[in-house]
């Protein structure tokens, strides 16, 4: 009886396994060599899109990538534009064009990039060369805007990829992907809300865009993300982030009362009804409100003036022909996509315990987090 009892617990726990693992394989979520362009978010797509920054890694691209990430073959690399901005394009097996952008190399123009934090409209013209003006549409709310120095990466970029993505369109590619490590998640945004829009406007009116933005700093203000995830409808744009990195909290950001906040809003209504106070908690209260106002403002002019004016001065001397649309009065950044949060562990830290500088910030840390979280 107790054999019989044994050998029926074991044919039971057999067959839930095997149940179990069949599940994975018609659900798709984690499936080895399957490759299905779809909505939402995919761990092993993503994964795979962490590899395929490694790539920049390699220069000269003489080793032909053959084992970065099976099925997605190398289609063409820009040169160093802008402030050493570049991208790769590679050609899934399922005819995905995937478009990677650079993160921050050690090019002090790069470097600059990252810390340039005027805040310029999300619809204008960048004057790339004496001849050469990039005009560009990234949301469709006139109140947008976003990070300078990433803008001007993009405007390069995006100068030089329009042809190329013309072409792959007109030979019948339909489905992008976009992605990017750090500064190059970033980018991301950009180029996916810029083609986006011109979805929008009927230049590919049946494309499909979906984004992988990892390590990401902000890169816009609070109405460039309202339009960009609606736009994205929560579906088909990832903001990857390591709880352990610094950079998806930078830039610094301020926000003021008056100018980064809906009107009519209850805030900027407190002052009138201030007035219905008694005389000393009316002064009281009013003191502190414009205190506040006034040190929120003050913060970000001093912002401007040194990461817009003084940095802007110094990639003027890199670039000296660029010119970008007059900047607005903002530095309340954030950044879009549906959050994707890889939340550090015991076991991550006792791998990451020797202490390396800046190491959280890596491609590898995410990829073992994504791990820890999601069947690949």
Known sequence: MYIIMKSKMYICNTLFRFLFLLSFHFTGV?????????????AQECDAILRL????QDTTLDSKLENLADGYTIYHRTPSLGLDNRAD??????????????????????????????????KGVVKTAKDRSFEYVLASDERSAVHAGFLIGFAYLGEYLEPKIKTLYSTGYRKFIIGGHSQGGALCYYVSAWLMQMKKQSVYPDIFVKTYASAAPKMGNMYFAYDYDNANLSQWSFSIVNTADPVPEMPFTTQQIDIDMNEPNPILNLMKRFDE????????????????????????????KYLGNYVGDFIHNILPELQLPEAVGSTYFVRPGVPIILATNEKYWNHYKDGQKYFHHGIEPYRFLLREYFFI
């Open 30 to 42: 984690s499936y080895a060599g399957s490759f299905e362009f779809k909505a939402g978010f995919n």
């Open 277 to 304: 106070l008694p005389f000393l908690k009316r002064i009281m209260f009013k003191s502190a409100f414009n205190k506040m106002k006034k040190h929120a403002k003050k913060s970000s002019d001093a912002y401007q």
């Open 89 to 122: 394009i590679w050609i899934r097996q399922d005819s995905t064009v995937v478009i990677m952008l650079q993160g921050t190399t050690a090019d002090k123009g790069s470097i600059l990039a990252d810390f340039y934090c005027a805040m310029v409209p999300a």
């Open 53 to 56: 920054n490694l790539a920049f």
